[in-house]
DNA sequence: TTGATGTTGAGAATCGTTATCAAAAGATAC
DNA sequence: GTATCTTTTGATAACGATTCTCAACATCAA
C-alpha cells in the first residue's frame, strides 16, 4: 500500500540529501511500495516499462538503493542469488516462510525466537546487529 | 578434520556413480574437508594451485558440486553473494553467526528456536524442508 | 594395449548488478 | 521565462561468481 506518507518521506529524503525529484523515482516508488511484494529488480523493471518505456536497468538499481538508504524498502538477498524487494514494515522485523515450489513468501514473526536470536549473541560475546531467518518448505496449496 | 571414513565415502559415492577417482578430486577433497571451515571457491582454487598447480575452476566447482551431493560438504549462500562450503558435520545441523567486521563464523544450535520454526512452519500450514538463521553483528575481538 | 568413457583445463558464456559518460532534465537565481 | 549549475538518465561496457563447451587427456576393464 503506497501512502502519502511514503511520498512525502520520499521526498523529505531525497531534499535532504541535495538530491533532485523525477518522474521514473516516483514511478518506481509506487510499483515498489504498493500492490505485490517481494519483487525482482527484473519485475520492478518490467512494471515500469508499461508506464514508461525506455527507462534503463541502472535507473531502477538506482533508484532502489535511495529507497533501502530512505528506509521505506528492503533488500532481501535470496537463496537463488537474485535480490527482491519489499515494503519496509512500520519499524516491524520479520522473517520469511518460502515455498520452494511456487515461490510464495510469507511473513512471519516469532517473538520467542527473536528473545533466544539475541541470547545467541550474548553467549557468543557478539554485539547483536541484524539477522536474517528463512523457512523453506511446501505450501499449502503446493502440497495438495 | 578429514578421515578415512570420508574418503572411503567419497570414494564410495563416485563408483556408486560410476564416476572415476582423480588426483583432483582428492585434492580438493582434503582442502575442503580438513583444517580451516567456510572457504570460498577462490580460497580452495588458491589452496589446491599449491600442490597441484593448472587447476582451473571449473574442477573446483564441479568437485565441490560432487561433494554436496555426496554430503560431505554444505554448501552456504551467503550475503556478499559468494558461497562458501564446510565439511559437512555428522548429521547435525547448526546456524551461523557472523562477524560483520573480520568475517569470522560461528556455528550455533539452539533446539529451542528450532522447535519454534518448527512450529512456524505448522502453523502456517507449510511442510518443513530446510532452512536458514544467519545472525550478523561484531565479535568479541572486532569489538574492542 | 586398446577402446570406451569420464575428467580436465582454457576460455567463452551467463546473469545479476554496478560503473561510465555524454545527453537530458530538475532546481535555482535572475 | 531564461540561463546556469547540478543531478539524473539510458545505453552500453564492465564486473565477478559460477557454469558451459570442447578438444586433449586420464582412468579402468577386458
Known sequence: MLTEKDKQAFQDYLTQEGLKFSEQRMQILEIVLQGVKHLTANEIYKNVQKR???IGYATIYRTLRLLCEAGLCVELKCED??????????????????????GRFVEVVDPQIEKLQDKLFKDNGFL????????????RQCKK
Open 52 to 54: 514508461h518505456p525506455g
Open 81 to 102: 542469488g537474485i535480490c527482491r524487494y519489499e515494503h519496509a514494515a512500520d519499524d516491524v522485523h520479520h522473517d520469511h516462510l518460502i515455498c520452494t515450489k511456487c
Open 128 to 139: 547483536p546487529q541484524r539477522h536474517r531467518m528463512e523457512l523453506y518448505g511446501i505450501c
